[in-house]
Structures are given as structure tokens and as C-alpha cells.
């Protein structure tokens, strides 16, 4: 939000720089993050005098020039070629020095030198009205008052208003401080804190008077909910121009471009107080009334920007006796507006309410200032006063006559919020005891009226224009920021209590798996849970948005895999193609009518597996290296028992596994579909493992965990090379052995597998060492050799398996 110091003055007379000022009101709580400057003509007209024509002759050497001799002020006159037609001598004239910056109408700067044009030397550069930045025309050089004393700087000559306008990031919460009266309001209360007392200066409507009743327009509000407050007035006989100078470089100061002296009144008093104005043509209200209403779903209805919309049935509408004119509070319609042939007009100043605004505005994807100040609720109670302000600024300005009585329409006036404020609660929150006065003075300077006074604390009333404070703990914020959060003393020793908590509890877990990921290689993702419904747009239990930010973001997720997929594009876009990602984060579905949520811990590998150096050759990512990260991820975390089987139904997965614990799958991973990486653009394989979060953590083994002395007897490692069939996978030939024997058998290793020459057709060579370790004695030879035996021998009678 921009804030122009000069008006921000109007309200205060305040003689601080900007940047002090700035300061202060950062410490209320409205957040300065920047200072700009601006100039209602750019460059200020630095370099540029008032010269005195002393001749003007013919160029020797071109029709179409002169020659001139201009005293600006100097010892000896400058010589400057000029191809007006109207220079002539005697004339007093802008005159733009050597090394003077001018800009085009585009902003872009230009610099004044010293040169020669057809062979004669040239000085400077007498200049025209938009040359300058004064005025639009071009067809001459500007003529200026011949009282005027050659070498006067034009900043003098002209009335040039130079401000500095502050950026403030608003909080949602402050909608009292949408305008330059809320902030005034607040740079005021910070003043009477440092003992500095300013008058808090505001617009006078005391002159206004109805001129005659000639135009009269009825209002009907049958929607009082949507609209507790309706006011408006019609002025005549007024002429729809350009505004004064002063306020259009108020709108330029705030970014603002300047239409026409109607509309630019109605966005002065939106800036000034906070209440947004519109204004309709009132020839073009049909049967001379308005309605406030909403129509029915699938209205037509063409807005300013010439955009056909499809109403909603909730959206709140103001109409005339044909049908809509305007989206209360949002946008108005290209048929009612006000244009350059508008001789008389009906001002519409009302409080809409804020959800109902803002469910409006996110439907048609429409953000106006007026639609920013209703969303998040202004002062029902300016309603009137800002209406009386823009009618005066109108009979000033466009010369037109106040036509009608005020027509207020506020059947339910809103019941004042009462706060009773003791003051430990302010002292035990703060930290620090504030003197009763201070506490008294800052409350009275916020407007916040004290009803009753007792030992515990204070009885108050709260204005109506922060809608934002409703409890004690808001009181005691407004008191905090005013007060000065610098001037709260911090002690040297700071108490705290230690929580006693699990070290299963979730947060720890996610934090020991998101460190063992880290280690090998892996960076954190965290991405939107909102997504297209393109995406979705098969998933019936896809749940979706019913104010949605933008068709983008209008459905919540279904799977991790689609959200992930879009940052591995993003990263591949960028050439960064190697990728080893990790999230943890939630699904959400809507089954049996119920909404339900899903934890996940979401993998995702592109790309090589590890850099290519003078020492290690690259590997390339494969199937494998993802089943080897989600098995230490089980490892990790002691969860034992799982079976795998294979993938057949899910459409994400090319091909792939799950890992599966008393029938309940704790996760799935694979090589993610072609369909699936053509969505997203990606040109290579992606491999995707999606963990159950949910039910990992039902897995997870929270028995006490058990220590065991360092075995003191040597361990025995023996091989075999079998000779098994093709379709046998070496998870049998692991769990034959563990079957075989349970007690001395520790460890088993598949170290080769050869499916060569010299092998009979259909069968393949695996390579398996077998660990073997007695913790309380030494093996012998006789031992070793009976288990080797017995492992032998059932393996070939289950696998029919021979020694090589």
C-alpha cells in the first residue's frame, strides 16, 4: 500500500523527514519497506531557466530553422538553434541547458549537449510544453510571462510537487489503516507516545447543503444482510473534465493514472478515508431506482473491462429497474459508468459485507481497491461522512449541484463491542508493568473509549473501525505497538520448562528420516497441496476448492507424485537434471462423504546417481538404488517383517513394488509412467517411492531397545555357487536359509549373479556367502561343514539347485 507523505501532512502537520517518520510508523506495527520519490514533473525541471529571445534570424543553412541569442541569466548569451515556427524575439521561454535531462513521454532520459546543426553552433534547447513535462502540447515552444527574470529556474515558474511516498506492507488485519486518515490516526498516536502533540487534522463537511431537489433516486435494499448500509446522493449540472493539478499528482504520487475529474474524486476520498465510492450516470438508471439484490445464477452481466460474466446466485448486485448496473463493491458495468457526456450523477457510498465481497471477487477473478478495502471489513460508520466529503469535492471541482437528499438506509446499526481490560493480564502477557496513565493515553489516542475505571483494570468501548480487535489480548497488542515493542526490557536469564515427549512422536521421526535422506545426497521439498483439477480430474474423491485462488490452485491433492512431479520439471527446466528429492506431506480425499487426510513420505530420483569425476566414473539412476534408499529407510526405522509383491494396477508406475506388513501396504515405488512425465514435460526417467506415513508409524517397533555385549568368537563366512532356474529370485534362496538355520546363521549375501556361457539354457549362477558366528564358543570344521550340508540339501530339494 502506497501512503504520499504530503497528504499523510493535511491530516498531521508533522516537520520530521521521511525516513524518521518512516521509522515511527514501522514501530506501530505499519511496516515501511521502502521510500520512493516523487515528482509530479520528472526531473523536476532541474536545468531548465527562463530565457529572454534577444534575436531570432534565419538559419543560413535551413529553411525551417532559426537562429536565436537567449540571455538566461549569464554574463554572455547562449546561441541556440530552434525549429519552432512561433520563436521570436522578445519572448520569454523555457530554455534547457547544456547537460540538462529531459525525458520522452515513455520515461526514457535524454541529455542536452553541446553541438552544431547544419554548421552552426547550438547552445541549449528551447523547449515546448511536453518537452518539458508541463503540458501535452507540441505544436511550438512555450511561451512564458513576460515579467519573468531571464535565468529564474522553471521549478520556480511552475508549481512542481516533489513527495515521498512510503510503501507499507499491510497486515490483513489492519483494515483501519487502509487509507491516509488510518495511518495519520496511528502516526498520531505514536507522536502523543514521544510527548509530541499534533492536531489531528480531518476534512470538514460541515458546508454541506442540499442545493435543490430536482433529481431524486429511490433505493431499495432487499438484501440487508449482504448490504447493512447503503447511502447515496445525486449531483447535477456537472462537467465531466480533467482534474485539478493537486489532485492528480495526489493519484500519481499513490501510482494512480487520473481519468476524469468524477472518477478520480471517487478514488481521492477511497484513499483518503478507506471507503470506497461509485459513481452512476443517473440518466442511465432506468425508472430512477436502485436495487440492491442478487439475481439469478447464470445472469449475464458485461463488466468495465468488457468482459461477459456469468453471475453466481450470491453474488450481490446493484440494479436498476432493467437489471445489474454494478458488482456491489467489486466492479462496475460498462453501461452505467460515467463518461466525458455525464451531466448528473448518483454517488453510491455503502458497507457490503466482507465475506460475501470477497467470495464474489475470487468467483470472477477480479481484485479492485474497492474489492481489497470490503474483503477485509472498513468503518460502517465512515459511510455517510466520505460520501458528504465526495460530494463538496464535486461541486467544487466539477462545478455540479447537490440534487437530492441523502438517502441513508442503516436498519440494524451494529452494537458496540465492549472489552474489559485488567491490567495483570497486560502486565503478565507484556512482561513488564506500564504506568495506568501510559496505558490510559495510549487507549485514548487509539479512539478506544474508557467506560469505567476500577482497581483490576478498565472497562472499554471499541470503534467500530478496528473490526479486528474483540478480546483483551487485542487490546493489550494495540497498547504493545503504541507503547513501543523497543521499549520493553528483555531480562538476562530467560525461564523455560522442559516438555517430556516421546521419541516416537512424529515431528522426531520425520526429522531422523529427513537426516538420514540429507546425508545421502537428498534435498527437502515442500509444495503446494492445492493443484489443477486437470490433474485430478479423474479422482472422484479429489476434493475440491470452493473459493478457489485460480483454476491452478482450485482441487487438493491426491497424490504426492503430481505436486513433486511439477518441481522435478521445474529444476529440469533450469538444467538441473540430477535430482534427489524428498517430502513429507498430506493427501486428502473425500470418501463415503467424509473428508480424510493421509500422511506421505514422497521420494523422487532423476537423473545420475552420483557425479562423474577424474576418480569415479558417473552411475546412472536406476530401480535399484530407489529400493536400496526406501530399505534403509525401514532399516532406520526398525520396522521388520515386510514382504514385497508386485505392482499391477497402478496407473503412475510403469512398473514397479510394494513393500507390504500384515496386508497392509506401507509403500509403493517404481519407474513413474511416460503418460504421467509428458504432463509435466519431462524428458527422462523419474523414479517415485510414496510411504505411507500413517501407517509406517503404526509399524514402528516402540519397544525399549535391548543392548548386547560384542560377541567375543570369530565369525565364519562360506560360499556357494548355485545353479538355479531363471524364474528362482534369490528372496527364496534368503529364506531357505534363515529357515535352515536359525541359530548360527547371522548373515546371507548374494555377491554375483552369471547368466553366461557355459550354462545350461534357462538357468542362471547366484553367488551367496553365508555368515555363521556361535557367541559363546569358537566353530569347528565338523560344525561348519554339517550346516553347509543341511543348507545344501535343502536347496536342492526345494529349488532342485546344484554346486557348480
Request: glycine share 6%; aromatic share 8%; net charge negative.
Amino acid at each position: 500500500m502506497k501512503i504520499s507523505y504530503n497528504w499523510l501532512k493535511q491530516f498531521v502537520q508533522i516537520d520530521w523527514d521521511a525516513q524518521k517518520t518512516g521509522e515511527l510508523l514501522t514501530d506501530l506495527g505499519l511496516e515501511v519497506e521502502g521510500i520512493s520519490q516523487f515528482e509530479s514533473v520528472k526531473g523536476g525541471l532541474k536545468g531548465i531557466v527562463v530565457g529572454h529571445v534577444l534575436t531570432c534570424e534565419k538559419h543560413p543553412n535551413a529553411d525551417r530553422l532559426k537562429l536565436t541569442t537567449v540571455d538566461v541569466g549569464q554574463e554572455v548569451p547562449l546561441q541556440i538553434v530552434c525549429g519552432a515556427p512561433n520563436v521570436a524575439a522578445g519572448q520569454k521561454v523555457p530554455v534547457a541547458t547544456i547537460g540538462t535531462t529531459l525525458y520522452t513521454k515513455e520515461g526514457e532520459a535524454w541529455v542536452i549537449k553541446k553541438g552544431k546543426i547544419r554548421g552552426e553552433a547550438s547552445q541549449g534547447m528551447i523547449c515546448a510544453e511536453d518537452e518539458i513535462g508541463v503540458g501535452e502540447s507540441h505544436d511550438g515552444i512555450m511561451v512564458l510571462n513576460e515579467e519573468l527574470v531571464p535565468g529564474t529556474p522553471c521549478s520556480k515558474v511552475f508549481e512542481i510537487e516533489n513527495d515521498e511516498v512510503f510503501e507499507i506492507g499491510l497486515t490483513p488485519n489492519r483494515a483501519d489503516a487502509m487509507s491516509h486518515f488510518g495511518v495519520a490516526r496511528d502516526l498520531k498516536a505514536g507522536l502523543e507516545q514521544q510527548e509530541i502533540q499534533k492536531e489531528f487534522v480531518t476534512p470538514s463537511v460541515s458546508n454541506f447543503s442540499i442545493d435543490n431537489r430536482s433529481l431524486k433516486v429511490d433505493v431499495e435494499v432487499l438484501e440487508s444482510e449482504l448490504a447493512p448500509r447503503y447511502c447515496g446522493v445525486t449531483i447535477s449540472n456537472l462537467v465531466v473534465q480533467d482534474s485539478p493539478d493537486w489532485l492528480k499528482n495526489r493519484l500519481k504520487a499513490i501510482g494512480l493514472t487520473p481519468i476524469n475529474n468524477v472518477v478520480d474524486v471517487t478514488n481521492y476520498v477511497l484513499h483518503e478515508l478507506g471507503q470506497p465510492l461509485h459513481a452512476f450516470d443517473a440518466t442511465k438508471i432506468k425508472g430512477s431506482k436502485v436495487e440492491v439484490k442478487t439475481l439469478p445464477a447464470g445472469t449475464k452481466f458485461t463488466t468495465l473491462d468488457e468482459v461477459e460474466r456469468e453471475l453466481h446466485e450470491d453474488d450481490l448486485m446493484i440494479c436498476d429497474a432493467d437489471g445489474p448496473m454494478c458488482i456491489a463493491g467489486v466492479f462496475g458495468g460498462i453501461h452505467s459508468g460515467v463518461t466525458e457526456h455525464t451531466t448528473s450523477i448518483f454517488l453510491e457510498s455503502a458497507y457490503f459485507d466482507p465475506v460475501s465481497i470477497r467470495k464474489t471477487a475470487k468467483r470472477h477473478g477480479l481484485n479492485t481497491d474497492a474489492s481489497f478495502r470490503f474483503e477485509r471489513g472498513i468503518d460502517i460508520n465512515m459511510t455517510k461522512y466520505a460520501l458528504k466529503r465526495a460530494a463538496l469535492l464535486l461541486r467544487e471541482i466539477a462545478g455540479g449541484y447537490i440534487t437530492s437528499e441523502i438517502v441513508d438506509l442503516f436498519p440494524k446499526k451494529p452494537q458496540d463491542r465492549q472489552v474489559f481490560l485488567t491490567f495483570n493480564k497486560i502486565n503478565s502477557l507484556i512482561g513488564q508493568e506500564i504506568p495506568q496513565d501510559t496505558i490510559k493515553s495510549i487507549l485514548s489516542s487509539l479512539e478506544i473509549r474508557i467506560n469505567n475505571v476500577t482497581e483490576s483494570g478498565l472497562g472499554l468501548t471499541i470503534p467500530t473501525y478496528r473490526v479486528d480487535v474483540t478480546r483483551e489480548v487485542d487490546v493489550i497488542e494495540e497498547i504493545l505497538r503504541v507503547y513501543g515493542y523497543n521499549n520493553i526490557d528483555f531480562k538476562e536469564k530467560l525461564n523455560a520448562s522442559i516438555a517430556k515427549s516421546s521419541r516416537f512422536e512424529n515431528h522426531r521421526i520425520q526429522d531422523v528420516i529427513g537426516d538420514t535422506l540429507a546425508a545421502k545426497g537428498f534435498f527437502e521439498i515442500m509444495t503446494n497441496s492445492l493443484v489443477s483439477s486437470d490433474i485430478t480430474l479423474d479422482d472422484e474423491s479429489a476434493v475440491q476448492m470452493l473459493n478457489p485462488l485460480s483454476s491452478d490452485l482450485s482441487v487438493l491433492r491426491t497424490s504426492m507424485l503430481h505436486s513433486g512431479l511439477q518441481t522435478v520439471s521445474y529444476n529440469h527446466n533450469r538444467q538441473k537434471t540430477d535430482l534427489k528429492l524428498f517430502e513429507f506431506g498430506k493427501t486428502y480425499h473425500k470418501i463415503d462423504g467424509k473428508h480424510k487426510e493421509k500422511q506421505h513420505l514422497a521420494i523422487f530420483i532423476s537423473g545420475e546417481r552420483t557425479q562423474s569425476s577424474w576418480a569415479v566414473a558417473s552411475r546412472k539412476s536406476d530401480f535399484f538404488y530407489l529400493k536400496g534408499i526406501v530399505a534403509n529407510v525401514f532399516e532406520r526405522l526398525g520396522v521388520q517383517g515386510i514382504d514385497t509383491k508386485p505392482l499391477t494396477s497402478d496407473i503412475d508406475y510403469a512398473e514397479g513394488i510394494s513393500y507390504v506388513k500384515d496386508n497392509k501396504e506401507l509403500a509403493s515405488l517404481g519407474l513413474v509412467g511416460k503418460s504421467s512425465l509428458k504432463r509435466f514435460d519431462i524428458k527422462q526417467e523419474v523414479f517415485y517411492a510414496d510411504l505411507d506415513w500413517d501407517a509406517i508409524l503404526e509399524s514402528i517397533n516402540t519397544k525399549n531397545m535391548v543392548f548386547q555385549e560384542i560377541p567375543k568368537f570369530p565369525e565364519v563366512t562360506r560360499d556357494f555357487a548355485l545353479l538355479l532356474d531363471d524364474s528362482i529370485s534369490f528372496q527364496k534362496v534368503y529364506d531357505i536359509a534363515w529357515k535352515t538355520e536359525k541359530k548360527l546363521l547371522k548373515k546371507v549375501n548374494l555377491f554375483d549373479v552369471y547368466t553366461g556361457k557355459n550354462l545350461p539354457e534357462g538357468k542362471k549362477s547366484y553367488a551367496v556367502s553365508f555368515t555363521l558366528m556361535d557367541e559363546k564358543k569358537t566353530l569347528t570344521d565338523k560344525q561348519i561343514d554339517k550346516i553347509m550340508g543341511k543348507l545344501l540339501a535343502q536347496y536342492q530339494k526345494e529349488l532342485g539347485a546344484e554346486l557348480r
